[in-house]
């Protein structure tokens, strides 16, 4: 099993700021892709940002050019730094994770952290 363990929400003014961290233990061995996805009121959950263990990037459109996603290897982490924060930003930010071992692929996610953008 894979925990995750999410940080870094809050409520933040229009235009700014807020970064998220996630960090995986447990059963770490065969992490591939981790990433983010967000789920607003009466919404699906939608992907916001992932990344492979090789660095590979994907962003959602609406969040290409504001949001940035990073990690780190060898400490287990990834992290989503939100500039020009929008009201429609605003969702519960759940972090992910998908291991491989012994050619089974599974999914992994934490418990979730809210973000709320307002004035």
Do not use: H
Not at 44 to 50: G, I, K, S
Not at 90 to 96: L, N, R, S, W
Request: proline content about 3%; overall charge positive; charged content about 15%.
């Amino acid at each position: 099993q894979v925990q995750l363990v999410e940080s870094g929400g809050g409520l933040v003014e229009p235009g700014g700021s807020l970064r998220l961290s996630c960090a995986a233990s447990g059963s770490i061995f065969g992490i591939t892709t981790m990433g983010w996805y967000r789920q607003a009121p009466g919404k699906q959950r939608e992907l916001v940002a992932t990344i492979t263990n090789g660095g590979s990037i994907v962003y959602a459109g609406s969040v290409k050019g504001r949001f940035t996603i990073s990690r780190d290897n060898a400490k287990n982490t990834v992290s989503l730094q939100m500039n020009s924060l929008k009201p429609e930003d605003t969702a519960v930010y759940y972090c992910c994770a998908q291991r491989i071992f012994s050619s089974a692929k599974s999914n992994y996610w934490g418990q979730g952290t809210q973000v709320t953008v307002s004035s």
